[in-house]
């Protein structure tokens, strides 16, 4: 199984960017998977989700309006599109399978992926 996190990068305010994760090793299209952040010094926290189908998806209150997940099942991938980026968005991006329902805390998912660095500058 294997979860591969691109697309960080170091941005301005205000701009945006795409993250990417390609999976592989598991039957995608059976899988929930959720985008989750974590910045220096503080725990990971939920940043978003969609449902193996693609027609439900979840949001922290912090990116809702913002942020965009999506999922293309024929190329096992799952994106996030964060637009209008703050320095509070700064952390280390990663995404995550769960087999069957979606769900928002981080002990529910069964494969995660390495991180990518998004840095905004102010």
């Known amino acids: 199984v294997q979860l591969q996190a691109s697309g960080g990068g170091l941005v301005q305010a205000g701009a945006s960017l795409r993250l990417s994760c390609a999976a592989s090793?598991?039957?995608?299209?059976?899988?929930?998977m959720g985008w989750f952040r974590q910045a220096p010094g503080k725990e990971r926290e939920f940043v978003a989700a969609?449902?193996?189908?693609?027609?439900?998806?979840y949001y922290a209150d912090s990116v809702k309006g913002r942020f965009t997940i999506s999922r293309d099942n024929a190329k096992n991938t799952v994106y996030l599109r964060m637009n209008s980026l703050k320095p509070e968005d700064t952390a280390v991006y990663y995404c995550a399978a769960k087999q069957g329902a979606i769900v928002t805390y981080e002990e529910g998912y069964d494969y995660w992926g390495q991180g990518t660095q998004v840095t905004v500058s102010s």
């Open positions: 969609i449902s193996w189908s693609g027609s439900s998806t």
């Open positions: 090793g598991f039957t995608f299209s059976f899988y929930a």
